[in-house]
């Protein structure tokens, strides 16, 4: 019988999974999706992995899928020209221009513009919130001397958060527009942009990935600034999916407030019907140890619970120790509670009558039937995955099988709760169809002789048209 896991789980690449052995060990503990970190990433390693993960998919008759998430606006400080310690009340300059070695006095900063934005009386704010500063004063050109409030040592090319400053930068960097088109050559499956505040940030990433790629590749919205927050009704309307980054968020806005925005951002994705995915520090402890803190477990079983369709995981497998095992855990973890009765699915059916209605309250009733007669599995036939979205943000307790000829999204539908895509292209009749869909779903262990099954369509099955027809048979026989 195929694993019952229905949330996917995210793995970041990185040192600790540079062996294909190690990969294909991941995928089989229950890896859905690979992220590329374009933080930390050289194009010769990115090209090997992703020719590994395409090997082991082909090999594995699996969709494991590629998630490139590019670095975005991040703020750094240069390097340090050797232990450097501040305490409060130590004034500190911040210089821009040619980058230099700094010194417990002065810091090079890597935000050309970063005079000209901050203002006295905001924070500055170092390695994830460790280090926090005032600014006192600004030249507007090349200079910020800004006051410690909390002390430590200064460490090289560390983070930069300014939660209070309006930055001018764009979330689309010199650095993201050449990886994103280096991405979108190497055809991945998803984009995720850093640091969006607005709309058009998406706007401009969605013009760029139209320029280069025939395909659509759909985008992810890493929402980590207290402005995203704030404009997320429109930010999800211009999106694919939603990663909750907790890591920077919670430097952006007090850490007791990230709880509940992490739950309204989970609402807002499944009001929209796309994928969301919890990231950062879920399993922490095993970068170094084999067993994971009783908070962890909690974290990881509280995120599926709120309703995330993903989690994510970052250091555990780009540096950590134990890659494989922490995948295992994971998986454990998911597989125990996600068919709770306690997780509670947003019931507002489809009432805006657009042209994709039908569709949406075919799909609404599928999930909402297959609960009813506890059918076993939904099965529909897609050419853009968008059914697939639409049963998944149901949270339907059948399996989602989805059927396509297009190649191109059955990786992509891997980040999806619940779907397992399937490569078919025989659109004959609707009769056969249906028998070969049910053989192939027989054959992987999704039905048995007596199972319902509910089967989605568009007809007539050639033109592969919008969905239009709901289907409900009864497995008699499951030879092939």
């Not at 925005?261 to 995915?277: G, S, Y």
């Not at 599926?304 to 994971?330: C, F, H, R, W």
């Not at 306690?342 to 009558?353: A, G, T």
Request: aromatic share 6%; hydrophobic share 40%.
């Amino acid at each position: 019988m195929p694993s019952r896991k229905k949330t996917k789980i995210v793995a970041t690449l990185g040192p600790a999974t540079s062996k294909k052995e190690t990969l294909k060990a991941m995928i089989e503990a229950g890896v859905d999706v690979f992220r590329i970190n374009f933080s930390h990433a050289s194009y010769d390693d990115v090209t090997e992995r992703i020719n590994m993960i395409r090997e082991l998919n082909e090999e594995l008759e699996v969709n494991t899928s590629i998630l490139a998430d590019l670095q975005g606006p991040k703020l750094r400080v240069g390097v340090m020209g050797g232990e450097a310690v501040v305490v409060p009340g130590d004034e500190v300059t911040f210089a821009t221009g040619e980058p230099f070695e700094g010194t417990a006095q002065r810091v090079y900063m890597n935000y050309q513009n970063f005079p000209q934005d901050v203002k006295p009386g905001e924070r500055i704010l170092l390695d994830d919130g460790k280090l926090i500063f005032e600014v006192k004063s600004t030249n507007g050109k090349d200079e910020v001397k800004a006051t410690v409030i909390q002390g430590g040592p200064l460490k090289s090319k560390k983070g930069v958060n300014l939660p209070n400053t309006s930055i001018s930068l764009p979330a689309l960097t010199k650095k993201d527009i050449k990886d994103a088109i280096y991405a979108i050559e190497h055809q991945v499956d998803w984009i995720a942009l850093s640091f969006v505040r607005h709309s058009q940030d998406l706007i401009d990433l969605q013009e760029l990935v139209n320029k280069h790629s025939d395909h659509k590749i759909p985008i992810v919205a890493k929402i980590e600034k207290p402005e995203a927050v704030d404009n997320i009704d429109k930010i999800v309307a211009y999106c694919d999916g939603l990663m909750v980054a907790r890591g920077d968020l919670g430097v952006e806005v007090p850490a007791q407030e990230v709880p509940l925005i992490q739950k309204k951002l989970v609402l807002q994705a499944k009001k929209a019907r796309i994928p969301v995915i919890i990231a950062t520090q879920m399993m922490e402890t095993m970068i170094t140890s084999l067993t994971p803190t009783r908070a962890e477990v909690n974290d990881v079983a509280n995120s599926v619970m709120d309703g995330a369709d993903a989690v994510m995981l970052s250091g555990e497998t780009s540096v950590g120790n134990y890659p494989v095992q922490v995948i295992e855990k994971m998986a454990s973890i998911l597989t125990s509670v996600e068919n709770s009765s306690l997780i509670k699915v947003p019931q507002n059916p489809p009432h805006i009558r657009t042209k994709r209605y039908i569709t949406k309250s075919v799909c609404y009733h599928a999930a909402l039937m297959a609960n009813e007669i506890q059918a076993k599995a939904i099965s529909t036939l897609t050419n853009s995955g968008y059914t697939a979205f639409q049963i998944s943000a149901w949270r339907p307790s059948a399996h989602i099988l989805v059927f396509t000829s297009n190649k191109r999204i059955l990786t992509q539908l891997n980040l999806l709760w619940g779907v397992k895509a399937f490569y078919y292209d025989r659109f004959v009749s609707t009769d056969e169809t249906i028998e070969d869909v049910n053989r192939i779903a027989c054959k992987k262990g999704f039905l048995d002789v007596g199972d319902m099954l509910i089967s989605l369509a568009a007809m007539p099955i050639k033109d592969k048209g919008m969905v239009n027809t709901l289907r409900v048979s009864e497995i008699e026989t499951c030879s092939f």
